[in-house]
């Protein structure tokens, strides 16, 4: 993976972890928009500027691709490189809930 990549994207936004997260299938931004409000139970919703700001972007970085238009919806999915980018960020996560829950975890 390439180093501007990584400098980019890892730690990841939330809105940019739940968008490449659901695109591990085929989606269109409004159906990511709704699935993450799901997932977060509404704690966190995605504005149409951040939704397509960051699939533009994602998809110039080769995180993920265009598919298809469905109705004039443009569904895209992950590429390889947004999967080895994924991971990572999740290894990140797990270890931040691991190491919360250690020794040190109660601030001394």
């Known amino acids: 993976m390439q180093d501007r990549i990584k400098r980019i994207y890892v730690?990841?936004?939330e809105t940019g972890f739940y968008i490449l997260f659901c695109l591990q299938n085929e989606m269109h931004g409004y159906n990511i928009?709704?699935?993450v409000?799901?997932?977060t139970?509404?704690?966190v919703t995605i504005s149409p500027g951040t939704m397509y700001g960051t699939l533009s972007k994602m998809e110039k970085d080769g995180l993920i691709r265009f598919v298809r238009e469905e109705e004039?919806?443009?569904l895209y999915v992950m590429t390889e490189l947004g999967r080895e980018?994924?991971?990572i960020e999740l290894h990140r996560i797990e270890r931040l809930y691991k190491n919360?829950?250690?020794e040190?975890?109660?601030g001394r």
Do not use: I, N
Request: no cysteine.
């Open 11 to 13: 730690p990841m936004t």
């Open 33 to 35: 928009g709704q699935r």
């Open 37 to 39: 409000k799901q997932m």
């Open 41 to 43: 139970g509404g704690a």
């Open 72 to 74: 004039k919806r443009k």
């Open 85 to 87: 980018v994924l991971e």
């Open 100 to 102: 919360s829950k250690g």
């Open 104 to 106: 040190y975890a109660d």
